[in-house]
């Protein structure tokens, strides 16, 4: 199995308690895969000290800092799609960096940022 960047998605669905993606996760860790998630993928999922599960989760993960270079690249990306989601172009340029699938629930999004860099990342929906 290859890497993974998790977008906010997937963290929502473990802060849930959701059965799947702690399952899911569970099996990344136990193959040696550690999930990636970008630092403003957290921004986005954390709300409250109070959430436990999200923070269990991310124990597993390896954070990643958003850069001055990181920060171009996503914004690149947002200029030649025309669109805005700071999120969804830091989890695309992260995944390039890293040669990692992403997992998403929004995969049209997702999609067209990766068509847009020329570069070859897989999207799958969760």
């Known amino acids: 199995m290859s890497a993974v960047v998790y977008d906010a998605a997937v963290l929502v669905a473990a802060d849930r308690n959701e059965r799947k993606a ?8 136990e193959l040696g895969v550690i999930p990636i998630v970008p630092a403003p993928v957290v921004v986005q999922a954390s709300r409250s000290p109070q959430q436990a599960q999200l923070r269990r989760f991310l124990t597993g993960c390896v954070v990643t800092p958003l850069g001055e270079t990181e920060a171009h690249e996503a914004g690149r990306l947002l200029s ?29 999004d997702m999609e067209r ?13 969760i």
């Open 22 to 29: 702690w399952a899911e996760h569970k099996v990344r860790l």
């Open 80 to 108: 030649m799609t025309k669109t805005a989601d700071v999120v969804d172009a830091v989890v695309v340029t992260t995944a390039i960096r890293h040669k990692a699938t992403i997992l998403t629930s929004d995969s049209d």
């Open 113 to 125: 940022l990766v068509l847009a860099s020329g570069r070859e990342v897989t999207v799958a929906a």
